[in-house]
């Protein structure tokens, strides 16, 4: 049994009945939820107020966030496909660009004067251009990897049948 399976099997043991374990995982969705935008905050927070070079720490917490998730997702896609994009409001999508913007931006402002000018700049644009880009090529993904994952698991099913 592996790590993840054990994590699942301490959670199920928590609650007594279908019902309490739907509720438990509906809350765990909408904590990872929170959890992503709290990080991502987080990190506009740190970026301000880390001085100098140490401002570029923050993407420590996302990159620890990234991993987590990557880990779940690939214990999800051995079992069922990829979830369909889940669909952002205007509000949400400014959010996203806003904070990403205040993170790209606190950076900037604190290695200012202390790197090279065009690494900066050159973290600025590579900065904002990565945020408006991975914005518009997550939907394109997710669905495209949606697709790969039922195809594969409906070649999985076919083998053992």
């Known amino acids: 049994m592996s790590f993840n399976d054990k994590i699942l099997e301490r959670y199920n043991a928590s609650v007594d009945d279908e019902f309490e374990c739907e509720t438990l995982y509906r809350s765990m969705a909408i904590s990872y939820a929170w959890a992503i935008n709290l ?13 100098g070079l ?41 959010l996203i660009v806003t904070v990403s913007l205040l993170v790209i931006s606190g950076v900037y402002k604190n290695t200012l004067g202390i790197v090279d000018p065009d690494m900066s700049r050159g973290f600025l644009v590579g900065g904002v251009i990565s945020t408006v880009c991975s914005i518009f090529i997550m939907n394109n993904t997710l669905t495209k990897q949606r697709q790969k994952d039922r195809e594969r698991l409906d070649a999985q099913l076919d083998e053992e049948i």
């Open 39 to 51: 990080t991502f905050v987080a990190c506009a927070i740190l970026a301000w107020a880390l001085p």
């Open 54 to 94: 140490y401002s570029m720490w923050v993407v420590l917490p996302m990159a620890f966030l990234i991993f987590a998730m990557a880990i779940g997702d690939r214990w999800r896609r051995q079992r069922t496909p990829s979830p369909r994009p889940t669909p952002y409001s205007k509000i949400e999508y400014a």
